[in-house]
């Protein structure tokens, strides 16, 4: 018996995804951007995905963006948050996936925002106290992210907590 414990990373695909994708890829594999017939039909499945999503999550068809990977995400939603929202101040743990972890190293590195890593103890729980007491010291625009499930650890973050305190304060939870 065969027992997979890594969905946080990557979770099997349902039988129904499967075999749209195999539909899809197989009858539909035109290029999204192009304007000719096999192009168009691409950017018309792609854009009726989006509006299922959006529907589902009770969200704007303009909020859905598709990416490759939860790398490239991640990295488009902190370096956007930056440029696009100000953030001066980014706050997250040492526990955090590698992907935030680099792209807050390079953002701090080239001077475009300062970065505070929280203390972490034994079993990867953030510094709740620490958290407050590092919000309170600045009124900068600031962003906090921290994992919710580990992936390597296995730690869950009390995230209403931290997402209530953030809030609160005036942060960007993510």
């Not at 065969?2 to 946080?8: E, G, K, Q, T, V």
């Not at 995905?49 to 939603?77: G, Y």
């Not at 696009?84 to 040492?94: E, H, M, N, V």
Request: charged fraction near 15%.
């Amino acid at each position: 018996m065969r027992i997979y414990f890594d969905n946080a990373s990557t979770t099997p695909l349902h039988p129904d995804v499967l075999e749209t994708m195999r539909s899809v890829l197989a009858e539909d594999s035109g290029n999204p951007s192009s304007i000719h017939q096999h192009g168009r039909k691409a950017r018309s499945i792609i854009e009726q995905a989006r509006k299922s999503v959006a529907s589902i999550i009770q969200a704007s068809i303009s909020e859905i963006f598709f990416t490759s990977c939860a790398t490239e995400a991640n990295n488009m939603i902190i370096k956007n948050c930056v440029q696009d929202l100000g953030i001066k101040r980014i706050i997250s743990t040492p526990t955090e996936h590698h992907c935030i972890l680099h792209s807050l190293d390079y953002l701090s590195k080239k001077g475009r925002c300062e970065v505070i890593i929280l203390d972490v103890d034994a079993f990867g729980l953030v510094n709740i106290n620490q958290l407050e007491t590092v919000l309170q010291a600045s009124s900068v625009p600031t962003l906090v992210t921290i994992m919710h499930g580990n992936n390597e650890i296995g730690t869950m973050a009390p995230i209403r907590i931290i997402g209530g305190i953030s809030g609160n304060m005036g942060a960007f939870p993510l």
